[in-house]
């Protein structure tokens, strides 16, 4: 089993960061492209496909910025 150092514990917590960053930044991005708010249709108006899609979106994301990160 490999040792746990300070290095590792930084990188992961450097990476997490910036993977988190860059998945908000990408929602934010989403939301101001579209001509509505996405989180009003999904929250006020139910709408459970762009939920679906939003989701899926999300997955793709992290899906991406993990194989990025490694």
């Known amino acids: 089993m490999s040792e746990l150092s300070l ?3 930084l ?3 450097v990476y997490g ?3 988190l960053a ?8 989403m ?13 006020e108006d139910n ?3 762009l939920g679906i899609v939003v989701g ?3 997955l793709a994301l992290g899906m991406i910025y993990s194989a990025v990160i490694d």
């Not at 860059?22 to 991005?29: K, M, S, V």
């Not at 939301?31 to 929250?43: H, V, W």
């Open 7 to 9: 290095s590792t514990i």
């Open 11 to 13: 990188s992961t917590v």
């Open 17 to 19: 960061v910036i993977g």
């Open 22 to 29: 860059l998945f908000l930044a990408t929602l934010w991005i």
């Open 31 to 43: 939301e101001r492209l579209t001509p509505f708010s996405i989180q009003k249709k999904i929250t």
């Open 47 to 49: 709408n459970i496909a």
């Open 56 to 58: 899926a979106v999300i």
